[in-house]
């Protein structure tokens, strides 16, 4: 037993009566479930790593477009040649179907295992605009400056709350009884944000924007690139302690990293991009649904017409002027495998799978020794609750319930968009934790021999932080997702990476669309890279 277990078992049973019965109870359900474990692509990434044999292909698939990757990026590019009256487009699913995307279900309760939002995107994503408008999730004036969504899916109120000094505070940035000094240090670096918001370079592009690919390349500007925000915000006097841990959780929320370790334009950028607009929402707003961003992913795997197989790449190769892929299935541990031939290949997968897969990768520009971006290991965990938990009065449960001080990410509520004058009988609790408080290789290296237990632990620090042993009564099942390579990490000099600007531009057989391509892991991002590839696989 753990030492913080041990002292709320001794607590409860020092009230006496109800309350000791009701804390014993609740540590003995806790400590008999024991999570579900998911390593989404472990098996298919040990056997490409481990560089075992394969056997010869059992068949042998013909396309004229084949996708490898059903992420976001993947999905935006059979989508889009569907668009242009392409119809023989086969896309391989890859190790987990919607990548980062991804969600499962309880029975009726859905929760995301990876992204769970989407914000309103500005007009600059036109990309993002167009294709919500043919999902129906844009109903009117797609390209306005305040187009018209779909009322179920926009964020209601409450949106987000902090656990600040033992109470729920409104918002996420630390103000109630927050000195002076600090709050007009807060509003100090609000007001630099709008004006860098509306910022150009001496090439009349804005500094930051989504994509982040038509950003203005001002060298004045990408000299941000070369420091870290953490460096940033010293030489620019923000020094107050609630501001600075903000900011790292932004940066960790969005990059998986601190303020110290990424680059100071992506930290900015996580400002100064966005901002998009809805004629029936306030400004900023988000779009959500309970399995976080599967439902999207599965509308719009439904709109590309593509045919699609299960499979992990093995190897990608030109042959006489085409491509040619060597896929495989695992079947009780045993590897089948099929051979896809097509015009054009679009690897829409992150570059450290990239790197292994395609033969000859220097061809292309890129070194994975030099060019290789980081990658940042997350987790995530949903709770089946059959009971809410008791909250504490200053504010109500919110979609999004973040706790300062600690090094998870908060956690979100699946049945949030519920509008029943009730509560739902049933709810799912989804934490997400960044493990940027380590080497990225050491978390990966923890998160493979930890204990369930020892995760479980990792998984409810924010729960415990809001409800402490009240939640363990109200918990069914847990199921943790580990995502050792969640995400890129845009570090000093992701912007001047040559190895990725080379595959961004590959115009051959072999073509490239993921997030990676940008340096950082957003669905605009990865959306627009889906959209090149596409474009390129036209011409």
């Known amino acids: 037993m753990e030492r913080r277990s041990f002292l709320r078992w001794t607590a409860a049973l020092g009230a006496g009566g109800g309350a000791a019965a009701a804390g014993i109870a609740a540590w003995a359900r806790w400590h008999e479930i024991k999570p579900g474990l998911h390593h989404p692509g472990r098996a298919e990434g040990h056997y490409l790593r481990d560089r075992q044999a394969l056997p010869p292909p059992s068949s042998i698939v013909e396309a004229d477009v084949a996708i490898l990757g059903s992420g976001i990026a993947g999905l935006t590019a059979a989508w889009k040649l569907h668009r242009e009256g392409v119809k023989d487009v086969l896309m391989v699913d890859g190790p987990e179907p919607f990548g980062n995307a991804a969600g499962g279900a309880y029975g009726p309760l859905a929760y995301p295992t990876g992204a769970h939002y989407l914000p309103i995107p500005p007009q600059e994503c036109l990309h993002v605009r167009h294709l919500l408008y043919d999902l129906g999730i844009i109903t009117r004036d797609p390209y306005g400056p305040k187009p018209y969504y779909d009322e179920k899916l926009i964020l209601h109120a409450p949106h987000e709350r902090l656990l600040y000094g033992g109470k729920w505070h409104e918002g996420v940035m630390p103000r109630a009884g927050v000195p002076p000094a600090e709050l007009a240090e807060h509003a100090r670096f609000s007001a630099e944000m709008e004006k860098l918001h509306a910022m150009r370079g001496a090439d009349r592009r804005k500094v930051f924007t989504l994509p982040a690919a038509q950003a203005s390349t001002d060298p004045a500007w990408r000299r941000l690139d070369t420091i870290t925000f953490k460096t940033w915000l010293a030489q620019n006097n923000y020094r107050a302690p609630t501001l600075l841990w903000y900011l790292d959780y932004c940066c960790r929320d969005d990059y998986g990293t601190d303020i110290d370790r990424v680059s100071a334009w992506a930290g900015l950028h996580y400002f100064c991009a966005r901002g998009g607009e809805a004629s029936n929402a306030e400004g900023g707003a988000w779009l959500t649904w309970p399995g976080g961003l599967q439902p999207l992913a599965?509308?719009?795997?439904?709109?590309?017409?593509?045919?699609?197989?299960?499979?992990?790449?093995?190897?990608?190769?030109?042959?006489?002027?085409?491509?040619?892929?060597?896929?495989?299935?695992?079947?009780?541990?045993?590897?089948?495998?099929?051979?896809?031939?097509?015009?054009?290949?679009?690897?829409?997968?992150?570059?450290?799978?990239?790197?292994?897969?395609?033969?000859?990768?220097?061809?292309?520009?890129?070194?994975?020794?030099?060019?290789?971006?980081?990658?940042?290991?997350?987790?995530?965990?949903?709770?089946?609750?059959?009971?809410?938990?008791?909250?504490?009065?200053?504010?109500?449960?919110?979609?999004?319930?973040?706790?300062?001080?600690?090094?998870?990410?908060?956690?979100?509520?699946s049945t949030h968009q519920d509008i029943r004058q009730q509560p739902p009988a049933q709810s799912v609790f989804t934490s997400y934790v960044a493990l940027s408080d380590r080497d990225p290789v050491a978390a990966r290296t923890w998160m493979q021999s930890a204990s369930p237990e020892e995760l479980l632990a990792l998984a409810t620090v924010d729960l415990r932080a809001a409800y402490g042993n009240a939640f363990d009564a109200c918990v069914q099942r847990a199921d943790i997702t580990l995502r050792a390579h969640a995400m890129a990490a845009p570090l000093p000099g992701f912007l001047s990476n040559p190895g990725v600007q080379a595959l961004r531009d590959a115009a051959g057989p072999v073509l490239f669309a993921h997030a990676d391509l940008s340096g950082f892991s957003v669905f605009e991002e990865a959306s627009w890279w889906g959209w090149q590839a596409a474009q390129k696989a036209l011409a």
């Open 298 to 413: 599965e509308k719009l795997a439904a709109r590309t017409g593509a045919r699609r197989m299960a499979g992990t790449v093995a190897t990608v190769k030109q042959v006489d002027g085409r491509a040619e892929a060597l896929c495989f299935v695992l079947e009780n541990g045993k590897p089948r495998t099929y051979l896809v031939r097509a015009r054009k290949v679009i690897c829409a997968m992150p570059l450290f799978v990239t790197s292994r897969v395609v033969e000859d990768i220097a061809q292309y520009g890129f070194d994975p020794a030099r060019h290789m971006p980081a990658y940042s290991p997350w987790l995530v965990a949903n709770f089946l609750l059959d009971r809410f938990p008791e909250e504490l009065p200053e504010a109500p449960l919110s979609w999004d319930n973040v706790v300062h001080g600690t090094q998870g990410l908060g956690y979100v509520v």
